[in-house]
């Protein structure tokens, strides 16, 4: 059975919880493997709409296992939350729901450090966090400073994390920030580690037994490629590897494991947060993207700033990547649009750019060169084939593939999953 890896191929938000929920019919397990409570995965079922931020998107599937794996940096409290949050609306995750023993925990320094050196960051090198303390995790982790959940459950627990609060105390003084209540915050984690104790272990094992048993994996990725620390828009990214390789160092499955990538992908382009986008439009068509494709964070509910598709960014992505096939979404969002553009390099300084370069300075200042293609001017959101799909439709989503040469397997025209169009699964 196959090891599925999901990731996104651009700055995140392209819709991967309702592309994770449609794959999920066919699996026994999903591995969330990097990144925190900054991801919001969002699933729209019948009436209904959940928005993840840790558990993995499979649990809306009777019977699925869900596995916060080793690469995720979790939240204790915001976990908990989000377990009885589901709870409360008939999802019950106990024993369906396994986390890793060697992932990082978030606690409420990581948080308070995030806030105060992004409103002390001086202006232009904001990088737009999520003030969720991701990036302060992964840096205690870098560090060979940070408590893991194999930790909250050991009996000298509560003396580590006085001591790493007593010490980031004293680096928020300097920052001009609050100090933090040692002993609540000491007493509300003792509280979350024994709640969380059913849910963790070490899932190397849990993984590597479902593969040799020959049950089917999906690896569920957060964010996008172009926020990989090292190869996204560097430093305007997250702090965890968003892309395939991601997939091997935050599960503990060996690379031979995965089989297929799906690269999960906008038939436009959004980012939220600071840093360079070669394609956004701050006119009346990409106010139109943003209210008919409702891009609004699923984890901050900030704008999503909108463009048009850039195959520099769908090509890079698929290069680092590996990507199998395309798992395109919000067709259906271009629906109106007359003429659509594409991007198919940048121009700087009398260069031209086909591959995406390293340096931000040049993707801000670059001026991105667009091929046109006319729109269809008619409603894709009720077709349940692709062959359905209106001429031109068709025709630009040919042109996107051939531009990243990557095929199309699956099609979005709704965010429901009725509206799915499956052509390889």
Not at 29 to 39: C, F, L
Not at 128 to 154: E, F, N, Q, S, V
Not at 270 to 289: M, S, Y
Request: proline share 5%; aromatic share 6%.
């Amino acid at each position: 059975m196959p090891c599925t890896l999901l990731l996104g191929a651009q700055w995140g938000d392209e819709g991967k919880g309702k592309i994770i929920d449609v794959l999920t019919e066919n699996v026994d397990m999903v591995v969330r493997y990097q990144g925190g409570n900054n991801a919001g995965h969002t699933v729209e079922i019948a009436d209904e709409r959940y928005v993840l931020h840790l558990v993995p998107s499979g649990v809306f599937r009777p019977g699925v296992m869900c596995i916060i794996g080793n690469g995720v940096v979790v939240d204790p409290i915001a976990l908990m939350a989000e377990i009885n949050g589901l709870a409360e609306r008939g999802i019950d995750v106990k024993g369906r729901l396994l986390l890793s023993d060697r992932a990082h925990a978030v606690f409420p320094y990581h948080r308070a450090l995030d806030a105060g050196r992004e409103k002390n960051a001086e202006a232009g090198s904001k990088i737009g966090t999520t003030r969720r303390g991701i990036g302060p995790t992964y840096g205690d982790k870098i560090a060979r400073t940070g408590l893991r959940m194999c930790d909250l459950l050991d009996p000298d627990f509560r003396d580590r994390l006085l001591a790493r609060l007593e010490e980031n105390n004293q680096i928020l003084a300097t920052l001009g920030e609050e100090q933090l209540d040692v002993d609540s915050i000491i007493a509300q984690y003792l509280d979350s580690a024994k709640s969380l104790k059913e849910y963790i272990v070490d899932t190397i094992p849990v993984l590597n037994k479902a593969m040799t048993d020959g049950k089917s994996l999906l690896l569920e990725g957060a964010q996008g490629t172009m926020l990989d620390i090292d190869f996204g828009t560097y430093p305007f990214v997250t702090s965890s590897n968003a892309s395939a390789g991601g997939g091997c160092t935050g599960t503990g499955l060996p690379p031979k494991a995965i089989s297929r990538v799906v690269g999960v992908i906008k038939a436009y382009t959004t980012r939220v947060g600071e840093g360079p986008f070669p394609t956004e439009l701050t006119d009346e068509i990409g106010a139109h993207l943003g209210k008919e494709g409702r891009e609004f964070g699923a984890t901050t509910g900030r704008p999503r700033r909108c463009g048009w598709f850039d195959a520099v960014v769908g090509k890079y992505s698929a290069m680092v990547n590996g990507v199998d096939f395309w798992a395109m979404t919000k067709l259906d969002v271009l629906d109106a649009i007359k003429t659509l553009k594409i991007c198919v390099g940048y121009k700087h300084n009398g260069h031209t750019y086909d591959a995406f370069p390293a340096d931000v300075g040049v993707l801000q200042q670059c001026e991105p060169v667009y091929e046109e293609m006319p729109g269809w001017d008619t409603s894709t959101k009720t077709v349940t084939q692709f062959d359905e799909l209106p001429p031109n439709a068709k025709a630009y989503v040919a042109r996107l593939c051939e531009l990243t040469g990557v095929p199309l397997g699956i099609l979005s025209v709704g965010p429901g999953r009725e509206n799915t169009l499956r052509l390889k699964l």
